[in-house]
């Protein structure tokens, strides 16, 4: 009786040796990320249940985009070669190969750990809406931006059906930048030589500013005006009878009266043929002396645009 037991025993050990099996571990693994940074290296988190991988990036490092380094599971690969990203690309995934064909895709989600919330310095009062002329190139914006980077900044007039038209560097009165200071005691980022798009319709709109993954927008909206039109250094010569261009790259040519010149002490008009904002054509009479001519404009009820620069006007 005991040999039989020991027996049964034995069998019963043997039997459920055989049917014991651990899975197969999966061989389409992404099983490291990393990405270097000035003092070393930044580790993405692989959340295997809902593949992900969750990169965090300090706001300091300034990054636009990331060089990736990825470990696999042994003899696997990527479906695509790894290739720099766009820190605010959200839709970056990442397909792995296994020996076996098998694969595993993993979605990428990049955490820019910035400082918020972003607050801007109102432009605008609850009495007072502050005005900005069309195409004007030197628009401020200021807040707690903790970047001097001007390519990760943007600024934006917003209109009623939320559309963004953005108000972008102008080098008119010098380089874009941002400057810092403290203002009442609060660190300040001050991000000038911003132009009204020329495009724009005169209006009421708000001001929105993005810093990476940051947006904020302004409580009191401003209000978008023709201003008083200017007309680029642009210095011509043309003959008797003929047409010229003059043009503007900043507030725009608008109820664009007269263009004249002085013939002896006469004021003699040159007819405005056409004009849209930006551009317009200028015909010289037949019977206008040939000679150097300074020219000056008229728009609206604005004060005379006396150019300084010259027509010069020969014979056909």
């Known amino acids: 009786m005991q040999l039989l037991c020991i027996a049964l025993t034995v069998a019963t050990f043997t039997a459920c040796k055989k049917t014991i099996g ?3 571990i999966p061989a389409n693994k992404i ?3 990393k990405v270097a940074v000035s003092d070393g290296d930044i580790f993405g988190a692989i959340d ?23 470990k696999l599971s042994a003899g696997a690969k990527l479906s695509e070669t ?20 098998s694969t595993s895709t993993y979605k990428l989600i990049i955490k820019l750990n910035q400082i918020s919330p972003l607050a801007l310095t109102e432009l605008s009062t609850v ?48 380089t874009p930048g941002v400057s810092v200071a403290m203002i009442g005691a609060v660190k300040t980022y001050t991000y000038g030589y911003l132009q009204v798009p020329q495009t724009l319709d005169t209006g009421t709109y708000k001001v929105r500013v993005k810093v ?51 013939v002896n002490g006469q004021k003699t008009l040159l007819p405005i043929v056409s004009y849209t904002r930006t551009e317009a054509t200028i015909r010289v009479p037949d019977t206008v ?23 010069t006007v020969t014979a056909k």
């Open 31 to 33: 099983t490291e990320f």
């Open 82 to 101: 790894p290739a720099p990203v766009a820190v605010l690309d959200a839709q970056k995934t990442y397909t792995v190969i296994a020996a076996d064909q």
């Open 127 to 174: 009495t007072n809406t502050y005005t900005m002329a069309i195409g004007t190139y030197d628009v401020r914006v200021q807040g707690n931006f903790n970047i001097a980077d001007v390519k990760k900044i943007k600024a934006y007039l917003v209109d009623k059906t939320h559309k963004e038209y953005e108000l972008a560097p102008s080098s008119a009165l010098g």
């Open 22 to 24: 651990l899975e197969p």
């Open 289 to 311: 002396p040939p000679g150097v001519y300074t020219p000056t404009a008229a728009f609206g009820t604005w004060p005379l645009l006396s150019l300084n620069w010259a027509v």
């Open 212 to 262: 990476q993954a940051l947006t904020a927008e302004m409580k009191y909206p401003v209000k978008v005006v023709y201003g008083r039109p200017g007309i680029n250094y642009g210095p011509v010569t043309v003959k008797q009878g003929e047409t010229f261009k003059i043009n503007s790259s900043q507030t725009i040519l608008h109820d664009f009266k007269e263009f004249y010149i002085m």
């Open 48 to 70: 295997e249940t809902d593949k992900t991988i969750t990169l965090y990036l300090p706001y300091y490092y300034e990054l636009d985009v990331i060089e990736p380094v990825i």
